[in-house]
């Protein structure tokens, strides 16, 4: 009851503060990160008042669109993780509030359109609060404002919500905001498995999570690709707008399409890359490019478009990508470009105090031998490190421009 309290007090203050109509989206899509965020919801960490004001945002937002709501109370669909004090034990997850429990909500809107089947789009609004264990930060305790990961994704949402009211598909269109995703998934895992729906009805399921770093080269990965027989020739169908595409084809990922591939539901995941400022307080939105927010949520609605006179998509398994990879005890401490097509594996971001920083490694430099191994690709970069233990030394070599220098290493 207290929670519904604070939520509809927020929406009053929503409400009563809101601003004239925006007709331009590129105008809507800043506006929608430039709320998430803002310092004002301190990071929106599940659990929290600034988690609360976010998700009475997005409900206001759905509201005004003229969305039905598709929670279990209005747009909220809130539900409460009790986390156990042995680390061997997942943490619960149930709708009922527990004494000592972490409450969250997801938010959820609907369009009822002609034809049984749906389709869901969604994208989780939680972020870290002010750091916390996820955090790569280094310095005192700061707001981390996420507005990459993941204000970029929830603002997509909004606009491919919009569209599709201006526009109607032949499926109903479900619109779910996750919260708890940074915690594990949270939001999207208690929905798939206490959804408002009936998932036998869902065709499909598109996240998007970390999309407001489009580049020049204009790189994007789009994973679980072979979730689906024909979703890599959707994909490319859909592509008129020159994006260098990445596809990968596990439908099993650090981010919510998961839940929903786990329930047996073709799932795509689009993701602009990883960036030095991942789980930093400098992911803020004067770094945010928002045409590119655009072009990626305009291909999945090419997608959308296109699928909506087609049979219902028959379901694949996928390869656990995750954990067929080496396992590895060191870490160079460098975010990979995970968008890189060249040979070895360059360094988009280096952590501090780490090895590589130690040794002189700098963002760009292009990872082409570690040890004795050939790095040609990711695969091969970890089955390098998984040779190493710490306290080992090494030499490693990289592409620097057209040079190939040599570092020493200590893990």
Avoid at 342 to 355: F, H, Y
Wanted: hydrophobic share 35%; proline share 4%; charged share 25%.
């Amino acid at each position: 009851m207290m929670r519904l309290y604070v939520f509809i007090i927020i929406s009053l203050v929503i409400v009563s503060c809101s601003k004239p109509e925006i007709t331009n989206p590129i105008d809507q899509l800043k506006a929608d990160v430039a709320l998430l965020a803002s310092d004002s919801l301190e990071g929106r960490e599940v659990g929290t008042i600034g988690e609360d004001k976010a998700a009475a945002y997005l409900a206001s937002r759905l509201k005004n669109l003229g969305l039905e709501p598709k929670g279990t109370d209005g747009y909220l669909q809130a539900f409460y993780v009790n986390k156990s004090n042995n680390p061997h034990e997942k943490e619960s997850i149930s709708s009922k509030d527990s004494l000592g429990g972490i409450a969250g909500e997801n938010v959820i809107g609907y369009i009822n359109n002609p034809g049984d089947e749906i389709i869901i789009l969604g994208a989780h609004f939680d972020h870290l609060g002010y750091g916390g264990l996820s955090s790569l930060y280094r310095g005192d305790s700061a707001i981390h404002n996420g507005a990459d990961d993941n204000a970029s994704g929830t603002a997509a949402l909004l606009y491919l919500a919009e569209e599709l009211l201006k526009k109607p598909i032949q499926r109903d269109v479900m619109i779910l905001a996750f919260s708890g995703e940074e915690k594990g998934l949270w939001g999207s895992n208690y929905f798939s498995k206490n959804p408002t729906i009936d998932l036998e009805k869902v065709d499909y399921m598109i996240n998007m999570d970390m999309i407001g770093r489009l580049d020049t080269a204009k790189g994007i990965a789009i994973h679980g690709v072979g979730t689906a027989p024909n979703w890599s020739e959707e994909i490319d169908q859909a592509n008129t707008f020159n994006l260098k595409v990445i596809k990968k084809e596990s439908g099993v990922g650090p981010s919510d399409h998961t839940s929903f591939y786990l329930q047996d539901i073709p799932v795509l995941h689009y993701f602009t890359g990883q960036h030095e400022d991942y789980h930093r307080p400098s992911d803020d939105v004067d770094l945010i490019n928002f045409e590119g927010i655009k072009t990626v949520a305009d291909h999945i609605l090419n997608v959308v478009r296109s699928l909506e006179d087609q049979p219902k998509l028959a379901f694949q398994k996928t390869k656990d990508e995750s954990k067929s990879g080496p396992k590895f005890t060191v870490t160079l401490g460098v975010v990979p470009d995970y968008m890189f097509d060249g040979k070895g594996v360059r360094i988009d971001g280096v952590s501090e105090d780490k090895p590589a920083q130690k040794a002189g490694l700098v963002k760009g430099d292009v990872v082409v031998q570690l040890g004795d191994s050939t790095v040609t690709d990711m695969m091969s970069y970890m089955r390098a490190l998984s040779s190493f233990s710490s306290g080992d030394k090494t030499v490693v070599k990289v592409k620097r421009d057209k040079e190939e220098l040599a570092f020493d290493i200590q893990f």
